[in-house]
């Protein structure tokens, strides 16, 4: 089976000295779904910026289909590499919603007006036609989420990234967005502590604890084993 | 009146919003210059310009009440700034304010710059009321404004409406718990939430600086529009430009 995506005993240190990831390695097949589990404070942001090469390595190596990530490949990596950050508005920069769309085939070159087309393509598909002119905080926080989407996917991204998807939605936005990502074909890596989340999208879960992999089996299994949810913090001890 | 809703007759259907952005901005430029121009003590050409505004408004649907509240701001800027000519400007003595001295041709030279001033602010009103952020940066864009200046106003715009939600969520968080029932309180509480708001948008720009290399950033921000220009607004800006020149020209001349 042919690996994406390859994290090889990854370890990360802030500059401040705090261990954040210590010897991360798991890997994941293209096409494979998979949530990675664990309290805030675990790692998973730090380990999904690590997959886009926004932050180097302290130790260990990240690949991304055969290319390891260092400061050469970047540009090749980050056009595979679709990253979601956790709150929209970080992702939303731009006076209006086609621009921010555009912003990245702008950036691999793509001329202005295909640029364009493709973004209106991409907000169609996700349900947005019709909003492209409007700037981000004339938008509610469901399309806001699926903007910060479709900034990403017009790239046609092999690996989509997404860092706590669902955490400002509600039902309605949150099952269209569970909908919209399981049309989708790219291979998916999804960090949340919302377990219901993570059993609608995924097959397998990696747990991160403190910076470690503790647990990486198939989702079903992990969901059941009440013992291994409560000590790393996934779910309330039963009263 | 927020800046959120500052471009609010940008949607209204008009011959003016008919018009392309860069004809507006251009056209808010020429009156405003037109202005300047005029020789100190053109009223009558003063009076024109200042009534060709006004259509412009009538004509743009934005109410002769907006355009006051919202010109008033800044008028009163130019007032304080351009006070000193009452006293500066030697002439016949007309009152004493004090020490004092307030000449005719002092008050004659203050009245005539706030009429300057009242042209251009509400052209400029006009401008804002009418146009959208991202078609005034369109607009820059066709006139050919450095990248680096349409580019970082773009991302100024869109971070300045995340900063303020940013700043309104610290300070109803504030006002929930009862702070700032006094004077003393409420100032120290506007201290505390600006330096934690500085200290938020230090972390967000941080996050969407990550967001954009995410994306391919290498420095330059790719601008995606460009306009058209059409028959109309070439229309509408030579007819404005011709009014603007033909009574500047006259203004010289009379004088």
Redesign the interface.
């Known amino acids: 089976m042919e690996m994406l995506v390859v994290v090889s005993d990854l370890s990360y240190r802030y500059p401040d000295g705090t261990a954040a990831l210590n010897g991360v390695s798991f890997a994941v097949a293209a096409g494979e779904r998979v949530a990675l589990l664990g309290p805030t404070g675990s790692g998973k942001s730090t380990l999904l910026q690590h997959l886009n090469g926004l932050l180097p390595a302290t130790a260990g190596s990240v690949a991304i289909a055969g290319i390891t990530v260092v400061p050469s490949t970047l540009r090749d990596v980050r056009r595979r590499v679709g990253l979601v950050f956790q709150d929209p508005n970080d992702q939303l920069f731009l006076p209006t919603l086609l621009e921010d769309v555009a912003f990245a085939p702008l950036n691999d070159g793509v001329p202005a007006h295909e640029a364009a087309h493709l973004a209106r393509e991409t907000l169609a598909e996700l349900g947005l036609a019709g909003v492209e002119h409007r700037a981000a905080h004339h938008l509610s926080g469901g399309e806001r989420r699926l903007a910060a989407l479709a900034t990403v996917l017009v790239s046609r991204p092999a690996v989509l990234v997404l860092d706590e998807p669902t955490g400002d939605l509600d039902a309605r936005s949150r099952r269209r967005l569970v909908g919209l990502l399981l049309r989708r074909e790219e291979t998916l890596l999804v960090a949340t502590h919302d377990l219901g989340i993570a059993e609608s999208l995924c097959r397998r879960g990696v747990v991160l604890h403190e910076g470690r992999v503790v647990a990486d089996a198939a989702l079903g299994d992990l969901l059941v084993d009440r013992a291994l949810l409560e000590r790393y913090g996934l779910a309330a001890p039963l009263e | 009146m927020s800046f ?1 809703h500052v471009d609010q007759y940008a949607a209204v259907v008009s011959p003016v919003t008919r018009t392309v952005p860069t004809a507006r901005l251009l056209g808010t430029v020429t009156l405003a210059a037109g202005s300047a121009a005029l020789p100190f003590g053109a009223w009558m050409p003063l009076a024109v310009l200042f009534l060709a505004v006004l259509l412009i408004a009538r004509a743009a649907r934005v109410p002769a009440r907006q355009l006051f509240i919202r010109t008033t701001g800044p008028f009163v800027l130019v007032f304080l700034a351009s006070a000193g000519l009452l006293v500066l400007v030697p002439g016949e003595p007309l009152f004493t304010l004090g020490v004092l001295k307030v000449s005719s041709q002092g008050l004659e030279r203050f009245a005539f710059v706030l009429g300057r001033a009242s042209v251009a602010l509400s052209a400029a009103v006009i401008l804002v009321s009418t146009t959208s ?2 078609e005034l ?1 369109h607009a820059f864009r066709e006139l050919r404004l450095p990248h680096v200046v349409t580019a970082s106003l ?2 100024g ?3 300045l ?2 900063l303020v ?1 940013e700043l309104e969520r610290l300070q109803r968080a504030a006002r929930s718990r009862n702070a700032g029932t006094g004077s003393t309180t409420r100032r120290r509480l506007l201290v505390g939430i600006t330096a934690a708001g500085l200290s938020r948008a230090f972390s ?1 720009g941080e ?2 600086h ?9 420095g330059d ?6 306009q058209s220009w059409d028959r109309r607004s070439t229309l509408a800006l030579v007819m404005l430009v011709l009014l603007v020149g033909i009574v500047l020209g006259g203004a010289h001349i009379l004088s």
């Open positions: 959120r952020f991202p940066l773009g991302v715009y869109r971070l409406y995340i939600d967000r996050r969407t990550r967001a954009m290399l995410a994306r391919g950033y290498a921000v790719p601008a995606l529009f460009s």
